[in-house]
């Protein structure tokens, strides 16, 4: 049996946030090849393209001492999660899990997964305390209103909500 294990943390990843950053590196500290998978997730409207969504992963993972950095792939998904799975041969899909809010829904997710494919399973990560109310879409909603989002996203993403939100004059 092999004893290398890739996991697979996916995501919509609209904005990435300190939050996400922060699952990645103690998850690439687990396993020994890390893939982020960024979501097309059409239904979800996403404010960033697909492209721009990778694009803000792949400049902070850059920024990630190289001990992590070395292990991380960024791919987008556009099938199936537990088919992407198989695809890049993972065994293991990686989640954040934020209080009570996502318990429910990560469930569910981890319960149809593991039916759809038992050879992977899916590990939590509690989120850390600093980030726990971290999250893209009241990012995008404090920024919307003018308010500081300074400790919860890199610099990076600020300047391409910049360029995404701020009325042209
Ligand atoms: P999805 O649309 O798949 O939920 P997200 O980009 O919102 O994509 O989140 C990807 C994963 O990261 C989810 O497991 C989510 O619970 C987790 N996550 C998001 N924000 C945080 C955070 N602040 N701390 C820990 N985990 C987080």
Do not use: W
């Amino acid at each position: 049996m092999s004893t290398f294990h890739t996991g697979v943390y996916p995501g919509t990843f609209d904005p990435i946030t300190f939050g996400h950053i922060d699952i990645i590196q103690r998850s690439s500290v687990v396993v020994d090849e890390l893939i982020i998978g960024v979501a097309s997730n059409i239904h979800k409207s996403p404010l960033f393209t697909l492209e721009e969504r990778i694009d803000m992963v792949e400049r902070e993972i850059k920024n990630l001492p190289k001990l992590n950095s070395d292990k991380i792939k960024i791919y987008p998904i556009t099938n199936l999660l537990i088919h992407f799975c198989r695809d890049v041969k993972a065994t293991i899909i990686i989640r954040g899990l934020r209080a009570v809010s996502d318990f429910e829904y990560e469930f569910q997710m981890a319960g149809m997964n593991v039916k759809l494919d038992s050879s992977v399973d899916t590990i939590f990560l509690m989120a850390s305390e600093r980030y726990q109310f971290v999250s893209s879409r009241f990012i995008k909603e404090i920024y919307e209103l003018n308010g500081d989002i300074s400790s919860f996203v890199p610099a990076y993403v600020i300047k391409q909500l910049d360029k995404k939100m701020k009325p042209k004059i």
